[in-house]
């Protein structure tokens, strides 16, 4: 803590004034299990100080680092599965100063073209920032939009919960990696080579649909090709959404993360209607038999219209999952209140070609207020999540389905400051 402060301090010179910039953050991670399991708690407090800076119109230099601390008090976090994200996933001792070089990017753009080169924070439906922790998931390479057209390489990755910037493949394996299809821990950690990842994607409107499609290219690892689309019509007073999202994976040679010859095919659908000031949804993702939807867990969250905080559906096949979304919005306050509850229904723990990381059925509950107090300070917004997830599969004598997993309550509270 007394590094992190003085690191802080010797920083304020340079965030006083522009192009320098700051943002804050503090987080407080609980996880409450069944009683005669463990429970979880970590506190933590960051800050990314950065430079943003524009040479004439067209190039701009982004340059930012981050350093974050255990705060007040964090319980023994090697074994938890949320907490241990707020810190570094790799070496679950070091709680003291954490620190990451984010972004090192050149940013060249005119009237056509945007082409970025460097590190830099992607928003892809497979590769993104993830839902939260203390820094986001970050990756080194080149990133072009042209038009309706976007084109990518990556070559290096430094995802969230972790402080080293490491290969694409040696990226894959820091967050626990189940087992494979036989019931055995999985050994792909340390044992995939890739020359990286290659990407295109496309936005269009066609008669008032409109298309997503996005193919991410993981060399000898997996290739995943993701297609969306929307359709929106007005009704009083507001519009009526429905969309369709079609995932499908196959293997790329033979490799220890993606089984030879595998394939996986998933379909999410949604329905929802948006008023100004609340708007609800229903969800439905299917996973199919024929095998795992497998993403690696570092890259991104799930894109799936039934995606819920603090869970995932990746590893998962033979899945069907049912969501309802709701928001209401009180602009006046700044407050925007998100519930939202979801069925899971999940091949059986012991089904390992389907089930990766022994993952039981469950319904989970959230909870989340969003507070923009910029009235109060220029920058400042508060978040507070809450997560249940309560086991619905037949009853279970082994630990390691439970805990973390289900019969838990995940209490989050997040303060974010931007100078």
Known sequence: MIKFLFALLFSIPLIAQKPFYAQFRYFHLETDNEKSLPDYAANAMGAELGLSHSFGKKVQLDLSGSLSTSFLHS???????????????????????????????????NKKIKIKLGRQVLNTPFINPQDGRMRPSAEG???????????GYFYEMAPRGTMAWSSVAESIGYYPTGV?????????????SSSGIFMAGMDQKWYGIRFKFHDLFVDNIVQSAFISAEYTTSIPHGKWINGLQLIKQHALGDNLYFEKNTHSLVVSMKTGIEYPRWNASLNFTSISPEGRYLMPREW?????????????NEGLGDLKAYVAKFSYGIPQWGIKINP?????????????KLNKYGMPSYIQTNFEILIDASKMAKGLDFQFLFANKMNQADSMENPKYIQNKVNMNSWNFVVNYRL
């Open 75 to 109: 319980t023994n976090l090697a074994t938890s599965r949320y907490e241990i994200g707020l810190f570094d996933q790799v070496n679950t001792n070091n709680l003291d100063l954490l620190t990451r070089i984010e972004k090192a990017s050149l940013t060249y753009q």
């Open 141 to 151: 390479g080149i990133f072009a939009e042209y038009g309706r057209f976007t084109f």
């Open 180 to 192: 494979d299809s036989d019931g055995k821990k999985s050994t792909y950690a340390g044992h995939l």
């Open 300 to 312: 991104g969250k799930d894109p799936f219209y039934t995606f819920m905080p603090r869970e995932r």
């Open 340 to 352: 939202s509850m979801g069925y899971f229904d999940l091949p059986s723990v012991t089904n390992f």
